[in-house]
C-alpha cells in the first residue's frame, strides 16, 4: 500500500466537477509538507499539474485547483473535457521514508 | 527549452546491473536537482531517489539503498542511475526529471521519455 492513499478511480460527466483525495498521515501532509500533483495521459510520461498545495505551473488551466487540510489533500477538476481522461498521483515528503507517491487515481470522462 | 533525453531501453538478466543515463540541456544544470522514478508495467509511480546536481549529494527511497547509484557528469549535463541486483520486479520504466526549483524537496517539472528496463531471465 501507498503511504499516500487516494481512490483508485473517479469519473464524472463533461462539464462536471470532479475531486480526488489524497489521504496521508502526521509523517508526511500532516507534518506540513507540500503536496504535489501529477497528470499521467495514456502511454504518456507524467506532467506536473500542481505544486505546493495549490500553485500552477505556467500553461496549466486554472480548471485545476489543490487544496490541503490536515491530512489530507484534494485535486479538483472542474469544467471537466475528454482530454482530461487520465491518471492522477499525489506527491508528498514523508519524514520516515522520504519522498512518496499516491498510488494513483484514473479519472473516466463519461 | 528544458530538454530531457534518456538512453534506451536495456534488457537483463537477474543479478545483473543497468546503467541508464539523463541528458539534459537548455538550462543551467547545476542549478536544478534530478529526480528518478519509475512505473512497473500497469502500476504507479515509484520514487527512487534525487541528486544534488550542486554538490552530488543524494536521497535514496529506503526499498532500493545499497542496491542504487545516482551520479552526475557535469562537464555533459548528464545524470545517471545505476541499479545493481536486479531481479524481476524491476522490470519498469525508469524516469528522470529535471526539478522545478532548485529547492530539495521541489517537484519534478520536466521528465525524460523513459527508460524500459527488462530483467528476464
Same mark, same amino acid.
Not at chain 1, 499539474?49 to 505546493?52: P, Q
Not at chain 1, 500553461?59 to 486554472?62: A, N, T, Y
Not at chain 2, 537548455?26 to 542549478?31: I, K
Given at each position: 500500500q501507498s503511504v499516500l492513499t487516494q481512490p483508485p478511480s473517479v469519473s464524472g460527466a463533461p462539464g462536471q466537477r470532479v475531486t480526488i483525495s489524497c489521504s496521508g498521515g502526521n509523517s508526511n501532509i500532516g507534518a506540513g509538507y507540500g503536496v504535489h500533483w501529477y497528470q499521467q495521459l495514456p502511454g504518456t510520461t507524467p506532467k506536473l499539474?500542481?505544486? $505546493?498545495n495549490t500553485n500552477r505551473p505556467s $500553461?496549466?488551466?486554472?480548471r485545476f485547483s489543490g487544496s490541503k487540510s490536515g491530512t489530507s489533500a484534494s485535486l479538483d477538476i472542474s469544467g471537466l473535457q475528454a482530454e482530461d481522461e487520465a491518471d492522477y498521483y499525489c506527491q508528498s515528503y514523508d519524514i520516515n521514508l522520504s519522498v512518496v507517491f499516491g498510488g494513483g487515481t484514473k479519472l473516466t470522462v463519461l | 527549452q528544458v530538454q530531457v533525453v534518456q538512453s534506451g531501453g536495456e534488457v537483463k538478466r537477474p543479478g545483473a546491473s543497468v546503467k541508464v543515463s539523463c541528458k539534459t540541456s537548455?538550462?543551467?544544470?547545476?542549478?536544478y536537482g534530478i529526480t528518478w522514478v519509475r512505473q512497473a508495467p500497469g502500476q504507479g509511480l515509484e520514487w527512487l531517489g534525487w541528486i544534488s546536481t550542486n554538490n552530488g549529494h543524494t536521497k535514496y527511497a529506503p526499498e532500493i539503498q545499497g542496491r542504487v547509484t545516482m551520479t552526475t557528469d557535469t562537464s555533459t549535463s548528464t545524470a545517471y542511475l545505476e541499479l545493481g541486483s536486479l531481479r524481476s520486479d524491476d522490470t519498469a520504466v525508469y524516469y528522470c526529471a529535471r526539478s522545478y526549483g532548485s529547492g530539495t524537496l521541489s517537484p519534478s517539472a520536466y521528465w525524460g521519455q523513459g527508460t524500459l528496463v527488462t530483467v528476464s531471465s
Open positions: 499539474l500542481l505544486f $505546493g $500553461g496549466v488551466p486554472d | 537548455g538550462y543551467t544544470f547545476t542549478t
